[in-house]
């Protein structure tokens, strides 16, 4: 009887050839040689299954933005093949998926949503394109800030929330561990959900998307998403649940570090193009002020107000993300001989990111304090 190659004899017989080697370099092989075809046989059943679900295809899954990318490969690494549909450099308020992507998306079997604002557009369109994929929306049901007006100027209603509750219950409970997140952690954002609705006729405007730039959010969502990895990848569940324990851990650790090295800052101001750190900033009780006004950029009246009032405060850095552009920040700055850095919101690796801002925007506010 002739084997072609991929054919089930074939591969059965590659296996066994590969069990075999394995056990002469355990044993040696005067010992794999005695061992009974019989303990062979068995041996090789119990092993097969294993070989077969290292040999199974991983997972497609899509997402929209870097960092959610990095965050499904941490949880669940070979097992999934990811496509990234906004690249660093472009902005996923303005982006369009290629033809290609479309295409590619027509077969992905699980999209992981994040609420950036192409997928409002395009989600039900590749919904229609592909009946079979499971579209999951990690940002359901977890506090959004808005782009309203007071965000293209001022965050004291956010900044003194975070400043009176959400940092006050972060001082008394630190970070102690998994639990203490779940206890104490998730209750900020419910608090703020009920201070944040005291005006039903507040004009909130267009929703911000950015909410993993916040560690805590950032565990949710990655909560949320081992649990669909983990229904999706049953027979590598509990690699995901440890990988997920892992990752918990770090971001809090890097929730501590980071509120540890803002904490002498508390409060103060920072003026940034586009308004895409203002959940970092709640966080830590900071207050960003954006240069664009309603997505555009500011006109001259408003770019003079723009330098008086960092001037009179001093404001030594102007920051701003590689989305958007920089002309205006760059004006500003020459106006008041201040540095322009970066802060960016896409960055592929989250942690060395966040921490990256976190420096940055130390060296702003001492660049400021030492004018």
């Known amino acids: 009887m002739s084997m072609h190659a991929g054919s089930p004899l074939a591969s059965r017989q590659v296996f066994c050839e590969k069990l075999l080697s394995r056990i002469q370099r355990t044993l040696g092989s005067r010992a794999a040689r005695s061992l009974p075809l019989s303990v062979l046989g068995a041996l090789a059943v119990l092993a097969a299954p294993n070989a077969q679900a290292e040999d199974s295809a991983p997972l497609h899954v899509a997402v929209s933005v870097p960092p959610i990318e990095w965050m499904v490969d941490q949880l669940a690494g070979d097992h999934v093949e990811i496509t990234t549909l906004v690249k660093p450099g472009n902005s996923p308020h303005t982006y369009d998926p290629t033809p290609r992507q479309v295409a590619e998306l027509s077969t992905v079997p699980l999209y992981l949503?994040?609420?950036?604002?192409?997928?409002?557009?395009?989600?039900?369109?590749?919904?229609?394109?592909?009946?079979?994929?499971?579209?999951?929306?990690?940002?359901e049901g977890l506090n959004t800030r808005h782009f309203g007006s007071k965000d293209a100027h001022h965050h004291d209603h956010g900044s003194d929330h975070d400043e009176h509750a959400d940092h006050a219950e972060h001082d008394e409970h630190g970070h102690e561990g998994h639990a203490d997140h779940d206890e104490h952690g998730h209750q900020d954002h419910a608090d703020h959900d009920e201070h944040a609705g005291h005006d039903e006729h507040e004009d909130l405007g267009e929703a911000d998307p950015h909410l993993w730039l916040d560690p805590q959010r950032m565990q949710t969502v990655v909560e949320r998403t081992a649990k669909v990895l983990e229904a999706q990848l049953p027979e590598h569940a509990g690699e995901i649940d440890a990988n997920e324990q892992r990752l918990l851990k770090t971001l809090n650790a890097l929730d501590t570090q980071i509120a540890q090295a803002l904490a002498p800052y508390k409060g103060r101001n920072f003026l940034i193009f586009h308004p895409s750190f203002g959940?970092?900033?709640?966080r830590y009780s900071l207050a960003q002020h954006a240069i664009e006004v309603s997505g555009r950029e500011p006109t001259p009246r408003e770019m003079a107000t723009l330098v008086t009032r960092a001037k009179d405060e001093n404001i030594g850095t102007i920051f701003v993300s590689g989305q958007f552009s920089q002309t205006a920040a760059k004006r500003i700055a020459s106006s008041l001989d201040a540095e322009v850095a970066v802060l960016d919101p896409l960055a592929e690796d989250y942690l060395e990111n966040l921490k990256r801002a976190t420096e940055a925007l130390k060296a702003g506010f001492e660049r400021t304090d030492s004018q």
């Open 113 to 139: 949503a994040i609420g950036v604002p192409f997928e409002q557009v395009w989600l039900p369109r590749l919904e229609k394109n592909n009946a079979e994929m499971q579209v999951v929306h990690l940002e």
């Open 279 to 282: 959940y970092f900033a709640d």
